[in-house]
């Protein structure tokens, strides 16, 4: 199992937080309201952990919005909400002037751009940060348990890593999580990578540089 260090954890979680909150400034002006989005933790675990973690928390179904990308390190993003919050995420972004069987109908579209647009930034400011190319699919949306969501087309040796997200839309609060799923040596590339990118900042700030 990859064990981050704190500090490489810490410096992942700043750059996560640094792409969602450019994704809740592109919602926000979708939604014409504030969206705040912050994650306050992130962990490594198995693709049963992740299932097991979400099914203890989450009673009904879940809907998740998965992008496959590929770089010197690969595998699936997911954007996960319980199913009783999809609706509420789609009407923000549709609108409240829709019938309730309209927004039914364009969920599905909805979310898929909402997926898009966290997804994309989280993945592309850490790429960016850690001077990567990265290629990401289209998304495309699961609905189903835990079990099946995280066992979707993976590897038998996909480990998860795992990001709880706070969300907030239209003053309500709305639970979601990122996870990346990625093989062993995948995300042994990605450590590598991002224990260069904290030795680059630490450096910098030894030398009295504003980091990069």
Aim: charged residues 20%; proline residues 2%.
């Amino acid at each position: 199992m990859v064990s981050l260090s704190d500090l490489e954890r810490d410096a992942l979680t700043e750059l996560v937080n640094v792409g969602v909150g450019r994704a809740a400034t592109h919602l926000s002006r979708m939604v014409s309201d504030e969206v705040l989005l912050s994650v306050p933790s992130i962990d490594i675990v198995s693709r049963e952990e992740a299932s097991g973690f979400l099914s203890a928390r989450e009673s009904s179904g879940l809907v998740a919005v998965q992008q496959a990308f590929s770089s010197s390190f690969s595998g699936r993003a997911l954007l996960i909400f319980p199913e009783t919050n999809s609706l509420e995420l789609a009407r923000a972004v549709l609108g409240s002037e829709l019938s309730l069987e309209e927004i039914v109908d364009l969920e599905q579209d909805a979310l898929a751009e909402i997926g898009n647009i966290i997804l994309n930034s989280c993945l592309v400011v850490i790429a960016n940060s850690l001077k990567e190319n990265l290629t990401i699919s289209l998304p495309s949306v699961l609905r189903g348990n835990g079990r099946r969501i995280f066992h979707e087309d993976a590897a038998t040796s996909e480990l998860v890593l795992f990001l709880y997200i706070d969300f907030s839309v239209r003053n309500h609060s709305i639970r979601g999580y990122i996870a990346l799923l990625m093989g062993l040596s995948s995300l042994e590339a990605l450590q590598a990578l991002i224990h260069g990118f904290v030795d680059h900042v630490t450096s910098e700030s030894s030398h009295g540089l504003d980091p990069v």
